[in-house]
Each structure stands twice: as C-alpha cells, then as structure tokens.
C-alpha cells in the first residue's frame, strides 16, 4: 500500500475541501498521512486519514530585530521617505511570516523518512515541504484552497493588481507606477536581505502565489478561477466543490430561528469575518453604529469578540436589529439573507454564489482582496479595497443600486456550480497511478 503525506494548514478553511480528495485517496487503497495542527484531529481522522501532529519546532525570538525594524519604519515615514519605509514594512512581513531556518527542516525531513511517502501533498502556504521533497526526492502534488494568483495573473495588470495584493493602491501615486510593476523583483531583494542577514533557509518571494509541482491542484472552480494563471493545462486540475458542501445544516437554535421570523418582512444581512480573523472594538462600533443610522437588520458572526459586541448591541439598544453568536450556521443564514458582508474566503464566497447573496467584501489577506477584484469584476458584489479604501456606505449604495443585476449574476453562477458534475477525482487517481510507474 502506498502512503501519501499532507502537509496541511492549521486554517479550518483548508482542511474542508480536503475531504472529497482524501477520502478517494483511502477507496482507492492509499495510505493517507496528515500533518495537522492538533485543532483540526476530529475533522482529519474522520476523512480517514491518520493524523500527525506538526513536531514542536524551536522558533527563533526576533522581537527585538522586528522591534529594530518598526523604529526604521518610523523614521523613514516622518522623514517621507516613503520607498524606504515600505522596504521595512514588507521586510517585517517577509522574517513574521517566512522564517525557517535548517533545524526545523531537519526534525521535520526525520518525520518524513519515517512515513516514507510515495507522494507528498503540499499546500501552497507551507514552507517546508518544497524543500523537503527536492532533498529526499519525493514527488509533490500542490494544492491550493482558493483560486491560484500567480505571476501570469499579475502581469495582467502588474502595477494595479501587485498594488492591490499588498494593500498599496492608495501608494501608487506616492512610490510611482515602476515600483509596483517590478514588485516581485523587489520581493525578491527583500527576502535575499533577510535570508543573509538571519542566516535562515532561502525561501522564493511570494510563495504562496505559486505551484510547481508535477501536478497542481486548485479547490475553487472553473467559473471563478482566471484563465491566465493557467501555463500548461495539463498540470492543473480544478476542484469545484460537491453539493454536498452547500447541505444547509439541521441543528439550529430556536432563538435565531425565532429572530429571522421575526424579521421575514425585512432584508437580512449576514456579516462574518471568517475563521481565524477578530475584529477589535472600534470595528464593531464604526458596523453597529451604520447598523443603527441605517435601520438595518443584522445577523453577526464574531468569534472570540462575542462578549464585546453584545455589550455594545446593549449599549446601542440594538437587541431588536441584530443577531450575533461566536459561530453561527453559515449555510443555512445565507439561505435567509439578502446580503454578505465577508473577508471573501474561497468557501464563503462559493456559499454566497451557491445561495445568490449578493457580497460586500471587507478583505483581510492578499488572497482575499483578489477574490474581492474578481467578484467585483464578475458582478457579484463590491469590495472595499479595489479602487481606494471606501467606506461601508459607499460600497453598500454601489449594491443596492446594482442589486438587480448583481443577483441575476449570481443566479447564472449558482446555477453553472449546481450543474457542474465533472469528476476530475477519477483522472486524478489515474495520474498518481501513472506517476506510480514511472
């Protein structure tokens, strides 16, 4: 039997649309093997797979480096220079979030050798499994949970949308257009600097906007994903999600039941912000308080700052408006609601289409402000970061005055995913088998 290796991503957002993969991976007598973050165990091992937690890796202190860095950044902003400032603010970026260093490949490689995989699945966000695989020479599979951006894609439109990716449209007119053009040649010098300065493991600029592995996998779906981040098509396969995905769920608490009868006459809005994202109070202040003035109705998703909103729900007197919990029933509020203000996930964004909720987009990460481009260029929905950092009641108009028409799009989408029952599963199996032989 035949073992495969995950490298997967501690996000629930990543691990979801593993499940259809995996369990083909086991029908089809793969071993299948997951590094996981030990929050996600129950959800692996009920694909069938075994979980591994990551090895605890010793992690280097760069807070005094990082606090070096922020008095630079400082500096060069009150002296307006402004190239220089931004040099630092990515470079904090690059050594927070691309630091590996030889030990931690090290303890993770005598992992590997002990599972002896065939195959190694590696989500595009890990940094170790590139590396690991070209040292031990093990075939990698690349996966990505949301549509792939890469270099092709950029160079599209390369001073706007690498503007974008790094929230820096408002600084296109401040660093000049050449600066954005070249950005991944400036990326590039960035890491270089911090790889011989730290002496770390070298690690390509904008890792996460690649995949090159003999075969590369995208959990998104063909209606949504751009062509032009598609070199060779034969590498790349296009995972839509199954129905199954869309199943509203069965248990529901009677008092959202209650407060959505209460307000059948009335447009809904669902406001979440994803899986791993907590908004502070000012946020939620600046929301409810256009929640208010606008005599809107509300249902809010808030995770961990559950206790702050319903103090501020209180103190608004807004009981009547606005719904909130830690998690809610996503699949089942959208079939209720009339509009989605969201980060713009990859899962939630294709819920939204599923049930024809028009989208307001608030994006956290790069990713997200891209699937914010898309949807506004797809008509969808709004995002409030595509052109400048617009405010809630700018973006909110924009729908409404398009909501028509934005809906009628949804529609044609929704109903291209239900309708959508390409097994590509099936030519994946034979691909593996055929890498198997060679």
């Given at each position: 039997m035949?073992?495969?290796?995950?490298?997967?991503?501690?996000?629930?957002?990543?691990?979801?649309?593993?499940?259809?993969?995996?369990?083909?991976?086991?029908?089809?007598?793969?071993?299948?093997?997951?590094?996981?973050?030990?929050?996600?165990?129950?959800?692996?091992?009920?694909?069938?797979?075994?979980?591994?937690?990551?090895?605890?890796?010793?992690?280097?202190?760069?807070?005094?480096?990082?606090?070096?860095?922020?008095?630079?950044?400082?500096?060069?902003?009150?002296?307006?220079?402004?190239?220089?400032?931004?040099?630092?603010?990515?470079?904090?970026?690059?050594?927070?979030?691309?630091y590996?260093?030889?030990?931690?490949?090290?303890?993770?490689?005598?992992y590997?050798?002990?599972?002896?995989?065939?195959?190694?699945?590696?989500?595009?966000?890990?940094?170790?499994?590139?590396i690991?695989?070209?040292r031990?020479?093990?075939?990698?599979?690349?996966?990505?949970?949301?549509?792939?951006?890469?270099?092709?894609?950029?160079?599209?439109?390369?001073?706007?949308?690498?503007?974008?990716?790094?929230?820096?449209?408002?600084?296109?007119?401040?660093?000049?257009?050449?600066?954005?053009?070249?950005?991944?040649?400036?990326?590039?010098?960035?890491?270089?600097?911090?790889?011989?300065?730290?002496?770390?493991?070298?690690?390509?600029?904008?890792?996460?906007?690649?995949?090159?592995?003999?075969?590369?996998?995208?959990?998104?779906?063909?209606?949504?994903?751009?062509?032009?981040?598609?070199?060779?098509?034969?590498?790349?396969?296009?995972?839509?999600?199954?129905?199954?995905?869309?199943?509203?769920?069965?248990?529901?608490?009677?008092?959202?039941k209650?407060?959505i009868?209460?307000?059948?006459n009335?447009?809904?809005?669902?406001?979440?912000?994803?899986?791993?994202?907590?908004?502070?109070?000012?946020?939620?202040?600046?929301?409810?308080?256009?929640?208010?003035?606008?005599?809107?109705v509300?249902?809010?998703?808030?995770?961990?700052?559950?206790?702050?909103?319903?103090?501020?729900?209180?103190?608004?007197?807004?009981?009547?408006?606005?719904?909130?919990?830690?998690?809610?029933?996503?699949?089942?509020?959208?079939?209720?609601?009339?509009?989605?203000?969201?980060?713009?996930?990859?899962?939630?964004?294709?819920?939204s289409?599923?049930?024809?909720?028009?989208?307001?987009?608030?994006?956290?990460?790069?990713?997200?402000?891209?699937?914010?481009?898309?949807?506004?260029?797809?008509?969808?929905?709004?995002?409030?970061?595509?052109?400048?950092?617009?405010s809630?009641?700018?973006?909110?108009?924009?729908?409404?005055?398009?909501?028509?028409?934005?809906?009628?799009?949804?529609?044609?989408?929704?109903?291209?995913?239900?309708?959508?029952?390409?097994?590509?599963?099936?030519?994946?199996?034979?691909?593996?088998?055929?890498?198997?032989?060679?």
């Open positions: 035949k073992t495969i290796l995950f490298f997967t991503h501690k996000h629930i957002s990543h691990i979801v649309p593993l499940s259809e993969l995996i369990q083909c991976l086991v029908s089809h007598k793969f071993r299948v093997v997951c590094f996981g973050d030990i929050q996600n165990i129950e959800k692996i091992e009920n694909m069938g797979a075994t979980f591994v937690s990551y090895p605890e890796l010793q992690t280097v202190d760069h807070s005094l480096i990082l606090s070096d860095i922020d008095k630079k950044f400082v500096v060069a902003t009150k002296s307006y220079r402004f190239e220089e400032s931004y040099y630092f603010l990515l470079k904090k970026g690059a050594i927070k979030k691309h590996i260093t030889e030990e931690e490949i090290s303890v993770l490689t005598e590997v050798k002990k599972i002896s995989p065939s195959f190694i699945f590696h989500d595009v966000v890990d940094l170790y499994a590139p690991i695989c070209e031990l020479g093990i075939t990698r599979i690349d996966y990505i949970t949301n549509n792939l951006y890469n270099r092709s894609f950029f160079d599209c439109d390369p001073v706007f949308l690498n503007a974008l990716m790094v929230r820096g449209v408002h600084l296109i007119g401040i660093l000049g257009e050449e600066y954005f053009k070249n950005f991944w040649e400036k990326e590039r010098e960035i890491y270089n600097d911090v790889h011989n300065e730290l002496s770390c493991t070298p690690v390509p600029e904008l890792t996460q906007f690649n995949m090159n592995g003999e075969l590369n996998l995208i959990f998104s779906s063909e209606i949504l994903q751009p062509e032009s981040s598609i070199i060779d098509k034969k590498r790349y396969i296009t995972f839509s999600p199954t129905l199954d995905r869309f199943a509203i769920e069965n248990d529901i608490s009677d008092s959202l209650e407060f009868s209460n307000n059948k009335r447009e809904i809005i669902y406001i979440a912000h994803g899986s791993y994202l907590n908004e502070g109070a000012d946020y939620y202040k600046l929301l409810l308080s256009w929640i208010k003035e606008n005599d809107i509300a249902i809010i998703s808030c995770g961990k700052s559950l206790n702050l909103v319903k103090d501020l729900i209180n103190v608004l007197d807004l009981n009547k408006l606005v719904y909130t919990d830690s998690f809610l029933p996503q699949k089942y509020i959208l079939s209720k609601s009339d509009l989605f203000i969201t980060t713009g996930g990859i899962n939630s964004v294709m819920e289409i599923y049930f024809s909720v028009p989208m307001i987009i608030n994006p956290v990460s790069a990713e997200q402000r891209m699937n914010g481009y898309l949807i506004e260029k797809l008509n969808l929905g709004m995002s409030q970061f595509n052109t400048k950092n617009r809630l009641d700018e973006v909110f108009k924009l729908v409404m005055d398009n909501n028509k028409k934005i809906i009628d799009n949804m529609k044609n989408y929704s109903n291209r995913i239900i309708n959508n029952n390409d097994d590509k599963l099936e030519g994946l199996m034979k691909s593996l088998k055929k890498l198997s032989n060679e």
